[in-house]
């Protein structure tokens, strides 16, 4: 077994990073400071091919896979965490149920622009009564017999990348009926953005990952056509749950990098800082920290590398995505504060780029299934709950 990359991956990895540190790292710092989306650096992922990374040719996507896709995240969020989010949100949650689910209409009308960062996609799952507990969707669509349309009900809070000025669409989860048992029939339907009667709230005022568009969303009998169904009617439930199991290892790559970002910062820092005459990096107390750091990080990288490469052979990955989201989240939080503390004061003031890690940290704790969610997901896999 070798974990090392391939001269491909390592091509694209380096590609990648060297985007980061031209690119981003000079411009992000004042987005974020001006919570303002970064359409530039956007646009010019776009150019790069990022969003179409694990999607097909044909579709304008570049043919590569799941641990491309977690390769160019875990480069971005070394850096900045937004726009490594944007990233995630475009083609993990945005274009990847389109990809997986969609018709071949569909595919054709959204992944093209989906895959050149023209368009962004969103993902309306959570609602303001229910995020862990997916399935207590309030949301309603009702097929109009009369127009052959949907017609959507409801509200939608915390959603990535659905207010942008270049967002297509938000793929929304809907009661659509009852099962004999009187259970809901959950499907997903895709809801261009501009429909008369949904409504983009203003976006939220979050602790972090401020230069990324997070928005509450309303649907006030908002109508689209029936063929706007992805996938079967009563698939909605199963649908996301496959779409959040891949979008962890989205996520556990992107706090790797978090994680990652904070030693690089770490190790410069206890470089160039002086006390008591010497760098500080000269004190095994600071030296201990950051080696921790940097064994918790190189941990974290084996665990999604390993839930990726599963995916991409057709193997079960259920567990091995919850363990590497469980792990490389925990320790992202764990090496943000470390890296605050080797910075001392400036470690708490905003110009310092592991101020805006310790703020994006923690909801990676929470996003895309919680830590609690994750151990529960473990423990069902390890057969503790029947
Ligand atoms: C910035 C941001 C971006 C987001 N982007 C999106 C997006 O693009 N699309 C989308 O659909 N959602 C999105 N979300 C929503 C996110 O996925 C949810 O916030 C998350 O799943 C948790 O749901 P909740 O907030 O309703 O918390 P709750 O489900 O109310 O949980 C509250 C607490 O209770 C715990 N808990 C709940 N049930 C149990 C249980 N059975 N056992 C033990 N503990 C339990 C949870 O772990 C948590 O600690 C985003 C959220 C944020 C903050």
Known sequence: MDHRLSPELEELRRTVEEFAHDVVAPKIGDFYERHEFPYEIVREMGRMGLFGLPFPEEYGGMGGDYLALG??????????????????????LGAMPIH???????????????????????????????????????????LDPATDEWVINGSKCFITN?????????????????????????????????????????????????ASDTRELSFADVRVP????????????????????EGRIAIAALATGLAQGCVDESVKYAKERHAFGRPIGANQA??????????????????????????????????????????????????????????GGYGFMNEYPVARMWRDSKILEIGEGTSEVQRMLIARELGLVS
């Open 100 to 142: 997986l689910f969609g018709t071949d209409d569909q595919k054709r009308e959204w992944l093209p622009r989906l895959c050149s960062g023209e368009l962004l996609g969103a993902f309306g799952l959570t609602e303001p009564d229910g995020g862990s507990d997916a399935g207590a969707t309030r949301t309603t669509a009702r």
């Open 162 to 210: 659905s207010g942008t000025d270049i967002t297509g669409l938000v793929t929304v989860t809907a009661v659509t009926g009852r099962k004999p048992d009187g259970k809901p029939l959950i499907s997903s339907i895709i809801v261009p953005s501009g429909t008369p009667g949904f409504t983009v709230a203003a976006p939220y005022s979050k602790v972090g990952w401020n």
């Open 226 to 245: 029936a063929a706007n169904l992805l996938g079967e009617e009563g698939r909605g439930y199963a649908q996301f749950l496959r779409i959040l199991d």
């Open 71 to 92: 390769i160019a995240l875990e480069e971005l969020a070394r850096v900045d965490s937004s726009v490594a989010i944007t990233l995630e949100a475009g083609v993990s």
């Open 286 to 343: 600071i030296q201990f920290k950051i080696a921790d750091m940097e064994m918790k990080a190189h941990t974290a990288r084996l665990a999604w590398r390993d839930a990726a490469s599963r995916l991409v052979s057709g193997e079960p990955f259920k567990k091995e995505a919850a363990l590497a989201k469980l792990y490389s989240s925990t320790i992202a939080v764990d090496n943000a504060r470390d890296a605050t503390q080797v910075h």
